[in-house]
């Protein structure tokens, strides 16, 4: 089994900043992709942003340029860096994780609430 614990959500106006965390832990081997998605009511998840174990970057368009998602291996740890916030943003954030060996995990989500 695969644990992660997410952090850094919360209320922030438009324009504000958040720093979201997720830290992996328990049967990891080799963890190839980290992400964030979210989800909005009544709506899919969908992919905000993610990056591999070589640093490679994807990024949905409506985030490019305002988000920043990085990693630290070490630490097993992923983040998300959330400047120019809109209230569009406002979702559910949930981290991901796909191990080669384990397979693939979520986070519980974390609410980021963005007030204009």
């Known amino acids: 089994q695969v644990q992660l614990v997410e952090s850094g959500g919360g209320l922030v106006q438009a324009g504000g900043s958040l720093r979201l965390s997720c830290a992996a832990s328990?049967?990891?081997?080799?963890?190839?992709?980290m992400g964030w998605y979210r989800q909005y009511p009544g709506k899919q998840r969908e992919l905000v942003a993610a990056?591999?174990?070589?640093?490679?970057?994807n990024y949905a368009d409506s985030v490019k340029g305002r988000f920043t998602i990085s990693r630290d291996n070490a630490k097993n740890t992923v983040y998300l860096q959330m400047n120019s916030l809109k209230p569009e943003d406002t979702a559910v954030y949930y981290c991901?994780?796909?191990?080669?060996?384990?397979?693939?995990?979520w986070g519980q989500g974390t609410q980021v609430t963005v007030s204009s």
């Open positions: 991901n994780v796909f191990d080669a060996k384990v397979g693939n995990y």
């Open positions: 328990g049967r990891i081997f080799s963890i190839t992709v």
């Open positions: 990056i591999t174990s070589g640093s490679s970057t």
